[in-house]
């Protein structure tokens, strides 16, 4: 399984990014997707997961302003963020899950600086 993603940069405070993951296969043949963050000296971390029926799950410090969606044809994984941050300033990875094996893409850096 192979997980390619996409779409970090240099954002302001207050401004938007969206990340892009794309799976080696269909996306449906996965218990879950997520994307998860890391900062140096901390663990990773679970910011959003859309599950195969479609329910979704979200970090409480992102709620209501990130959001996990998916296009199953296309085998991708998209994480629109909104109103970003300081600390959303991390590498992003997108993630699968297909108990009991968790794949890993490489991960995105996401700055958010003045």
């Known amino acids: 399984v192979q997980l390619q993603a996409s779409g970090g940069g240099l954002v302001q405070p207050g401004g938007s990014l969206r990340l892009s993951c794309i799976a080696s296969e269909s996306i449906l043949r996965f218990f879950a997707m997520a994307w998860y963050r890391q900062t140096p000296g901390k663990r990773r971390e679970l910011v959003a997961r859309?599950?195969?029926?479609?329910?979704?799950n979200y970090a409480d410090s992102v709620k209501g302003r990130f959001r996990i969606s998916r296009d199953i044809a296309k085998q991708m994984v998209y994480l629109q963020m909104n109103n970003l941050n300081s600390e959303d300033t991390a590498v992003y990875y997108c993630?699968?899950?297909?108990?009991?094996?968790?794949?890993w893409g490489q991960g995105t850096l996401v700055t958010v600086s003045s």
């Open positions: 993630n699968s899950q297909r108990p009991p094996s968790d794949y």
């Open positions: 859309v599950r195969s029926d479609g329910s979704t």
